[in-house]
């Protein structure tokens, strides 16, 4: 993974430094809230329901085994002993002190970790695919990209006030496991003609206003990304409505104006900046690419792999679901499960943190990684280690076997934490993963994505569930309503809403006739819950949840 | 005609911990909602709004939240306001733990 220059680690301490200053001058009353509060966003602090939230970010979302563990004395230390991590392969501390944060921002620099442009209207953490540099379908590993991207927008002088806040994703396969089509850029390493490019999508974003990511470049050759990039942000800075909020991400500017429009002005402004670059940033990247070389592979016996395999059901369960293909055979990809039955989506104790970073240096190579899933990987891990590492997962309620099923459930905070949010989100994963539990059909199920967001903003990706909900506040009264369709794969697309919301107490068992009843309409087991939805469209689910309804017009 | 105007009482989040706070009627911040100042005038709340947020050393994010009163102690009206007294519901964390 990279590895931080000297001037990487001497523009973390000065950013620290004056941060530190900041906060002593906002607590000896010379900085009012006014003043203080665009200082404290450009360093992921916010002020939430109950306390001081930090978000920190986890660039790309790889970590290896000593920057998980100062997550952990973070959480221990300064926090409730926990941590949240969320879609944006980020972790976010729900209840530091003001007058801690400064401490725990030095403690990150430690290890090479921040939290500056986590918020604010900037170019947030830069995201990617939770299986970059091992997944068996990569053309090719998309953090040196990432990483050169978040050398360039860090503190970019022209980016720091843009109209909104800015999310690119970077993907190396054709498989899209970072939901690019929902970020304001996302960027697809491809192949043309032998050559090495990207194809770049724009004006992507979920929110109130959900669009896709739409092709503004086919084939951008590799020299060529960030004077690219940078034409597109500028012409978004200079175009991106100021007048209005809600009409001020980059998804309502490409909107208005037509793709082509923003196209040709990207090309012209391209132009400009290309000779710019002056190849600078080419060095650079050939700098960062060694740091990202494949670890040494050791060649792994399979037997005991396979006698395991053969022997113990809990263990085969836990492979045939969290176990992906690595680019070789004898290793695999795990996906250690942060959504253990009744828990909180994301959450991970410190103790647990602990116990994948010890893990991920015994037997994975020192690296992990966090998925825009809420769910922590261990990318390499040699197959005859599988059935050690699950015992040792399991030991700590990390061993739940449900990647990718129904109780794997992407969650916002919600109203238990969130000062935007407008119903809690939390509590709703919790009981459809413990209803599921006891039907004990999940398994039966097989793969179904249910997203859930507190608000409007859509942090929880609802509309890109194969069924979404939303939770809202109707006269006073927590209200969820649910969205059926949505795909934030290489087949995005947004989900349609189902019809009128459901209350508290209603929304689990309108989950459980409409999954229930989805065994009884696809054709065979094979057929997902998005394939039967996509084959018979909306009105059999529709007829699920609202049953009433259906007898009404009888 | 105007809305009659509902009780009400001046909330925050104090500096350093972040959690939630109330004015009393004796111009302290406190933890607990039933210490709070019920407000029954507007003009006395807008004052009172006013000089409370003014503190700007001691609390963020001052507004008024609406209240009932209940045997003579104010209760929130929106479950925003409750989730704010009491705390998070998948923790046993925040006000409901500090008794």
Same mark, same amino acid.
């Given at each position: 993974m990279y590895s931080y220059t000297d001037f990487d680690r001497a523009f973390l301490a000065e950013r620290n430094r004056q941060f530190r200053a900041q906060v002593e001058r906002r607590i000896d009353g010379s900085l009012t809230e006014d003043e203080f509060k665009p200082l404290r966003l450009m360093n992921g602090v916010y002020l939430q329901l109950h306390a001081y939230m930090l978000r920190v970010a986890i660039p790309y979302g790889t970590l290896n085994s000593a920057q998980m563990r100062q997550l952990a004395l973070l959480a221990e230390k300064w926090d409730k002993g926990y941590g949240h991590f969320t879609t944006r392969q980020n972790i976010q501390y729900n209840w530091p002190k003001l007058s801690d944060i400064p401490d725990m921002l030095d403690a990150l620099a430690e290890v090479n970790l921040h939290a500056i442009? #986590?918020? %604010?209207n900037t170019i947030r953490n830069v995201t990617s695919d939770h299986f970059a540099g091992a997944a068996a379908d990569e053309v090719e590993d998309p953090r040196p990209t990432a990483e050169l991207i978040r050398q360039w927008s860090t503190d970019h002088p022209e980016f720091q006030f843009l109209p909104r806040k800015f999310k690119i994703a970077v993907i190396g396969a054709p498989n899209d496991r970072a939901v690019i089509k929902s970020h304001d850029i996302g960027v697809e390493i491809t192949e043309q003609d032998g050559q090495r490019g990207y194809r770049i999508h724009v004006g992507g974003g979920l929110g109130r206003t959900p669009m896709l990511g739409k092709v503004v470049r086919e084939f951008l050759p590799k020299a060529d990304l960030l004077p690219y990039l940078e034409a597109i942000v500028s012409v978004y800075n200079l175009l991106g409505r100021r007048d209005n909020k809600y009409k001020a991400r980059i998804k309502i500017t490409v909107h208005e104006n037509g793709l082509e429009k923003i196209r040709d002005l990207v090309e012209e402004r391209f132009d400009l900046l290309k000779s710019q670059f002056g190849g600078v940033d080419q060095e650079m990247l050939a700098a960062i690419e060694p740091q990202f070389a494949a670890p040494d592979f050791r060649d792994a016996a399979t037997g005991a792999f396979e006698a395991a395999y053969s022997n113990d059901p809990t263990f085969r369960s836990w492979v045939d679901t969290n176990i992906a293909a690595h680019r070789r055979a004898d290793h695999a990809i795990v996906s250690i499960s942060l959504k253990a039955h009744g828990k909180t989506p994301g959450d991970a104790t410190g103790a647990q943190m602990r116990v994948m970073a010890d893990l991920a240096e015994e037997h994975a190579y020192d690296e992990l990684r966090i998925s825009h899933e809420q769910n922590v990987i261990l990318p390499h891990v040699p197959k005859d280690a599988l059935p050690q590492l699950y015992r040792a997962l399991k030991a700590e309620g +990390?061993? #739940?076997?449900?990647? %990718? +099923?129904?109780?794997?459930i992407i969650a916002c905070p919600g109203m238990d934490y969130c000062a935007l949010a407008t119903a809690r989100s939390i509590p709703i994963a919790q009981e459809i993963a413990t209803r599921f539990d006891e039907l004990k059909l999940e398994h039966e199920i097989g793969d179904l994505k249910i997203k859930i967001s507190g608000c409007i903003n859509a942090c929880g990706h609802h509309h890109v569930g194969h069924i979404g909900i939303l939770g809202l506040d109707r006269a006073g009264v927590e209200n969820y309503q649910i969205t059926l369709g949505g795909d934030g794969t290489e087949t995005a697309s947004i989900g349609t809403r189902a019809g009128p919301g459901f209350s508290a107490d209603e929304i689990v068992p309108a989950i459980e006739r409409l999954v229930v009843g989805y065994l009884d309409l696809r054709n065979d087991a094979d057929e997902t819950f998005l394939q039967a939805y996509r084959r018979l469209g909306a009105e059999p689910f529709k007829a699920l949840l609202y049953p009433e309804a259906r007898e009404k017009a009888a | 005609m105007p809305r009659p105007f509902t009780p009400k009482v001046i909330t925050a989040n104090a500096l350093i911990e972040g959690d939630v706070v109330y004015l009393t009627e004796d111009d302290r911040w406190s933890r607990a909602l039933k210490e709070a100042e019920v407000i029954t005038d507007e003009a006395h709340a807008e004052v009172r709004l006013l000089d409370a947020s003014s503190r700007h050393a001691e609390a963020v994010g001052v507004y008024l939240a609406d209240v009932a009163v209940k045997d003579g102690t104010p209760e929130p009206t929106h479950f925003r306001e409750e989730f704010r007294r009491t705390g998070p519901s998948n923790y046993f964390h925040g006000k409901q733990a500090e008794g």
């Open positions: 442009q #986590t918020s %604010g +990390l061993g #739940t076997a449900n990647i %990718g +099923l129904v109780s794997d | -």
